[in-house]
């Protein structure tokens, strides 16, 4: 069955730290990838996606994240984070051509101001 | 303001009770779909509609019971609950099912 592992559920960083937050899925076929972020009080939201082309994706607010096919992972950085950066994040993946997206459990990164 | 919008916001009931919830994407989008969020758990997709029909039913029990009557409604049709069943409902649309998912803001249940 398809499944999403994410490492680390809480992440305490302080401000201008670097961030990487690890994802690895279980699933050979063609795969789409997302990274959402639920900031508080806030809905879930895109962050980022990956469908086809290159591996390392750009996404909103200086995020990226890479997709390393050989080992089913789709990491997501930031150079140096800020206060705000502090939410929810979580990974999820689809099948190519299929119905499902699966999420996996979230990381709550908390930045120290 | 994500174009989804889920009614209500809150809702306690027992376990006796029926009741809906009830959601709305102004999107244009195609396809709808409910998960359940739980503390410390990941998000459980539950249904998934596209094209007002149902594609996806992830083995959830029977006392849940969507309906999509048209492609910017979804229902999810609530009787006899067990107290498990406390959690945070949410509702997303996409434009097909393979594409970015667009988030209502969630109804949070409480069954006594």
């Known amino acids: 069955a398809q499944s999403v592992s994410q490492h680390n559920h809480h992440v305490i960083l302080s401000e201008a730290a670097s961030l990487e937050l690890g994802c690895n899925y279980s699933y050979g076929g063609t795969v789409n990838l997302f990274w959402y972020v639920q900031y508080p009080g806030q809905h879930l939201q895109l962050l980022l996606k990956y469908f086809s082309g290159d591996p390392l994706v750009k996404g909103i607010k200086g995020f990226e994240a890479e997709f390393i096919k050989s080992k089913f992972s789709f990491n997501l950085r930031k150079p140096s984070v800020q206060w705000s950066d502090t939410a929810e994040y979580f990974c999820?993946?689809?099948?190519?051509?299929?119905?499902?997206?699966?999420f996996g459990a979230g990381t709550r990164l908390f930045v120290k101001a | 303001e994500t174009g989804v919008t889920q009614t209500p916001r809150h809702l306690v009931m027992g376990m006796t009770n029926k009741k809906s919830l009830k959601c709305e994407q102004h999107?244009?989008?195609?396809?709808m779909y409910w998960y359940k969020q739980s503390a410390k758990k990941p998000l459980e997709l539950m249904f998934v509609y596209s094209l007002e029909e149902r594609v996806e039913n992830n083995s959830v029990p029977s006392r849940f019971s969507p309906e999509c009557p048209n492609s910017s409604h979804l229902f999810l049709h609530l009787h006899t609950l067990q107290p498990e069943d406390s959690a945070l409902y949410l509702c997303?649309?996409?434009?097909?099912?393979?594409?970015?998912?667009?988030f209502g803001p969630g109804t949070r249940l409480l069954v006594l």
């Open positions: 999820a993946v689809g099948r190519t051509g299929g119905f499902k997206t699966i």
């Open positions: 999107l244009g989008h195609n396809a």
């Open positions: 997303a649309s996409s434009q097909d099912t393979e594409e970015t998912q667009y």
